[in-house]
C-alpha cells in the first residue's frame, strides 16, 4: 500500500511521467523538384510555365530537356482555375523580363463543386467556373501577359476520360473552344495538347484519371519543348 502511494505522488509531482508517451512526428513531404527553383544562365532565354498539376507533371522532364538552352521556371504552385490565375498573376510574372509564357487553364475550371465550395461528385453541384467567366478570365490574362512583351503560348486542355473524380468527359472540349477564340482574338499560339494527346491515351494516361503516367508526362514535355522552341524561333 505504501509503495502504491508512493507511485501516485511521484505521478502527481510529475505530470510529464503520467503521461502518454508522444508518437513519433511525422516526416514532412520532400519537396515537389517542379518547385526547384531555377537560377539562371545569363544570355539564355527565359521561359515561364503556368499550369496545373499536368504542367507540374512535365515540368522537370521540360527543364531536363531544356538544359544549357533556356532558364525554365514555374510558379511553386498548383496554378489551378483561372480564377486564381486573375488573382496570383502579377505575383507569377514577377519583376523578371520573359521571352516565352507557356500557359494553361481548364482543368480545374470544369471541375463540379458544390454551393459550400468543396469538391464534389460531376453529377452533382455545379463547374468552378462558368462558361462565361472562363472567357472573362482568359482575356483577362491574355491581356496581362501580352504586356510583358513574351510570346505567349496557350495549352489546350488535355481530355478528361470517363470515370475521372468531379469531372465530366467532354466539357474540355466545350472550353477549349472558348480558350481558342480567346487566344484567337489576342494573337496568342495555341499548343494543342488536347489533340496530341488523345490517340495515344491508353498508353500515356491514367485509367479514370486526367493525370498521365511517367512516360506521359516525358511525352507532353517534349511537345511542349517543340512548341517553345519555334516560338524562340519566330520571335
Known sequence: MRSFLLLIAVLVSHPALAQEPKAPAKKKAAPNPAYEATNDVAGLPRVLIIG????????????????????????????????????????????????VIHFNFGLHDVRHFDDAAQPTDADKGHRQVSNDDYEKNLDKLASRMKKTGAKLIFAMTTPVPDGSPGRIKGDEITYNEIARRVMQRHGVVIDDLYSFALPRLAEIQLPQNVH????????????????????????
Open 212 to 235: 498521365f503516367k511517367p512516360e506521359g508526362s516525358k511525352a507532353l514535355a517534349d511537345q511542349v519543348a517543340k512548341s517553345i522552341l519555334k516560338a524562340l524561333e519566330n520571335k
Open 52 to 99: 496545373d498539376s499536368i504542367s507540374i507533371g512535365y515540368q522537370v522532364p521540360l527543364r531536363e530537356a531544356w538544359g544549357g538552352k533556356a532558364n525554365v521556371h514555374r510558379p511553386a504552385t498548383n496554378c489551378g482555375p483561372t480564377t486564381r490565375g486573375v488573382d496570383q498573376i502579377e505575383q507569377w510574372l514577377g519583376d523578371g523580363k520573359w521571352d
